[in-house]
């Protein structure tokens, strides 16, 4: 029988899982990699960090966030990662045909839980933005 596979190989796979639920919009599978008291996208709480992003990405078409440069720190149940993202992001409405792009690192921090390595907190450093941000902003 093979061998669990490592902490961060683990860590890493779950910061893909989160990239792929944000871009196919599954809010309860996004809800379900956070822990109870996670603080990310500036809110606390599952509920409220979930609504946050939501108001960005329910208003745009397609999305796609790619990861690199994946650097794991793990220390017990507890871990550190920080990854250079790329997110892309179409416009819907009347801003169809509108692009928006944002570039930087996500610095991530992880608990260990029963169901696994859950996203407890996350701070974005956005370093480049291209095209217009308004299609990624939240309708009045």
Known sequence: MPEPAPDR??????????????DTKDWPGFAATLTEDVVAY?????A?????????????????????????DVDGD???????????HVGL????????????????????EPSGWLLAGRVIDVRAEIGDRGVIAPLS
């Open 9 to 22: 190989v683990r860590i890493t796979d779950r910061l893909h899982v989160v990239a792929v639920l944000l």
């Open 42 to 46: 500036g809110r606390t709480g599952p």
């Open 93 to 112: 409405g009347d801003r169809a045909g509108a692009t928006y792009e944002c570039l930087g690192e996500y610095r991530d921090e992880w608990r260990r």
């Open 48 to 72: 409220d960090v979930v609504a946050r992003v939501r108001s960005h990405l329910d208003v745009c078409g397609a999305t796609q966030h790619l990861l690199g440069n994946i650097r794991v």
């Open 78 to 88: 507890a871990a550190r990662t920080r990854c250079y993202f790329r997110a892309f």
